[in-house]
């Protein structure tokens, strides 16, 4: 089923504006032109929905997330943000486009580990909204508080394990109020209780949650592992073998027979990886 | 493979790595200073403090060391030149002396060194293990510029500290070199000593002196900075970057310095 089709999508969303749009977009590994990972890809992404793309380690995921968050840019096909294409885009338009979506990474979200918990979260803020000092401290202070991370604070990186670090990534990609979140493999590493914690999370914050402004945020997930995510996920889609596969909804992906989406479902631990890695 | 090609062939391939490493630092310089221009003042609240914090650690907390470095050349190459000019009856030249040695070379080239050993080589660690641990991209993603938030807060850093350094440098070693001098009971006054200092120095040297050493710092930071961050590296690549970065530097430095004697010798 392709996520265009009016079927696919739940029938608020149907009309709401696409943030993200991808036209026949080929993904290259890295953005810098040389190893193609995934072609073709047509996706639109709505405002406040929640999309979940699984694919075997090394099928493009992360790559997919940098060009949807405007890190490099999709080698053929076109870009949309938040309804525009992002060739029109002049510096200071691409820039505002961008500070509209949060990336989070995988394996410990790729934190400042010359930072602080609190200035890690504080940096996007100071740097780019240079407000009161007070005002800073106060959102901080908020996303502390939503993420449970006020207690280590002050502690660096290196002092606090993998699944803080995790969260770290989160809250200083909440920091600028995003509307898009992307988050890439975010349980890698995490046990039951925290995996219960991020799911947790992001579905009150697609719900539209204090710490947003209580504005419902669209929330895209690349994965390995579409179990947590399956009664999570409102939209569904493939990487396979360099292809852009659409799944649909719930209840389309647990009636598919697709091998590789029964893997994904199904894999305990290892998921053969993609040939493209 | 005949033996002429044998010697030709590396050669060539030295000759050509030196072009491209070349073209990189300047592409990187411009892109550095096109940064400086354009974002000197934006996100001034989280630039202005690393700019200052960069300024403490290649400045005040080398103090120490430069203090001792500064004494020890006084003592023994500044204090014993002053005792052989007035045992040679040419005590009126050391001024003349003392300036070109302590004020246009010894000081700047010794403030430098001291720096790209202590921080310039840090440099390439921290920013080397950044980009390999992925911090880089990071700020991408939130669309802060790394050149701005992490090249240019060290590039106008390193300039102000090897500037101030040399400064500090340069008084250390009169006095300490004159205190030396005076202890060896050399027939110098020290209102003569500083007197004929004060003659010997003009304004060229003073500007010069700024300029010099600026540039001293902006190129060790810009070398150290592009060794660590222009290209992709893992973790094992980050000590020969560094070697890199030491290297080159030096080589910057005293080509500099070799440009700097020219325009001395046409004023």
Redesign the interface.
């Known amino acids: 089923m392709n996520a265009d089709s009016p079927a696919a999508e739940p029938p608020a969303a149907a009309s709401a504006t696409a943030v993200i749009e991808l036209i026949e977009a080929t993904v290259v590994a890295g953005g810098a032109g040389q190893t193609v990972l995934v072609e073709g890809i047509d996706c639109r992404i709505a405002a406040g929905e929640y999309w979940v793309i699984g694919g075997p380690p090394g099928s493009g995921k992360s790559s997919l997330l940098?060009t949807m968050?405007g890190?490099c840019r999709p080698s053929k096909g076109t870009l949309r943000l938040f309804g525009r294409d992002t060739a029109s885009f002049d510096d200071g338009e691409f820039?505002a486009a961008?500070?509209r979506i949060g990336?989070v990474?995988e394996n410990g979200?790729?934190?400042?580990?010359?930072l602080t918990v609190r200035e890690n979260i504080a940096?996007?803020l100071?740097?780019?909204q240079?407000q009161r000092p007070a005002a800073t401290e106060e959102r901080v202070k908020e996303i502390l508080e939503a993420t449970n991370l006020g207690p280590l604070a002050d502690r660096l990186p290196g002092q606090i394990t993998h699944p803080w670090r995790q969260r770290v990534?989160l809250a200083?990609?909440l920091a600028?109020h995003p509307e898009v979140l992307l988050l890439d493999n975010p349980l890698a590493g995490l046990g039951p209780q925290d995996s219960r914690w991020w799911t947790g999370f992001l579905a009150r914050l697609s719900a539209g949650q204090d710490v947003m402004g209580r504005r419902s945020a669209t929330v895209v997930i690349a994965t390995h592992d579409l179990r947590p995510w399956s009664r999570k996920g409102k939209q569904f889609a493939l990487l396979k073998e360099g292809c852009w596969l659409p799944v649909g909804g719930q209840t389309e992906l647990a009636g598919s027979d697709e091998p590789l989406l029964r893997e994904l479902l199904a894999a305990e631990s290892g998921v053969t990886p993609a040939v493209a890695s | 493979m005949s033996l002429p090609a044998r010697y030709l062939d590396p050669i060539g391939r030295n000759i050509i790595r030196f072009l491209r490493t070349a073209q990189g630092l300047i592409a990187f310089t411009l892109i550095t200073l096109g940064v400086a221009l354009t974002k000197f003042n934006a996100s001034a609240g989280v630039i202005h403090p690393l700019v200052r914090s960069q300024i403490y650690r290649a400045g005040l907390r080398l103090l120490p060391m430069i203090s001792f470095l500064a004494c020890a050349l006084g003592l023994m190459i500044i204090g014993q030149m002053v005792a052989l000019l007035t045992r040679v009856g040419a005590q009126n030249l050391a001024g003349t002396v003392m300036v070109t040695v302590v004020v246009r070379e010894l000081g700047p080239l010794a403030a430098a060194l001291v720096v790209l050993a202590r921080v310039g080589a840090g440099y390439v660690i921290e920013l080397g293990t950044a980009r390999a641990q992925g911090e880089v991209e990071a700020l991408e993603a939130l669309c802060i510029d790394p050149v701005h938030y992490l090249v240019l807060p060290r590039m106008l850093g390193l300039a102000l500290a090897i500037f101030s350094l040399t400064v500090y440098f340069i008084i250390t070693t009169l006095v300490s070199g004159y205190l030396f001098a005076f202890l060896q009971d050399v027939p110098l006054l020290p209102g003569d000593y500083f007197k004929q200092l004060a003659m010997a120095l003009t304004w060229q040297d003073f500007a010069l002196l700024a300029l010099k050493t600026c540039s001293f710092g902006m190129v060790i930071a810009v070398v150290s900075c592009y060794q660590g961050l222009a290209q992709p590296l893992r973790l094992e690549d980050v000590s020969r970057a560094t070697s890199r970065a030491v290297v080159q530097s030096v080589v910057a430095c005293v080509f500099l310095d070799a440009l700097f004697i020219l325009v001395y010798l046409t004023m």
């Open positions: 940098a968050a890190l820039l961008r500070l990336l990474f979200g790729r934190v400042f580990n010359q940096l996007p100071r740097y780019h240079e990534g200083r990609a600028l």
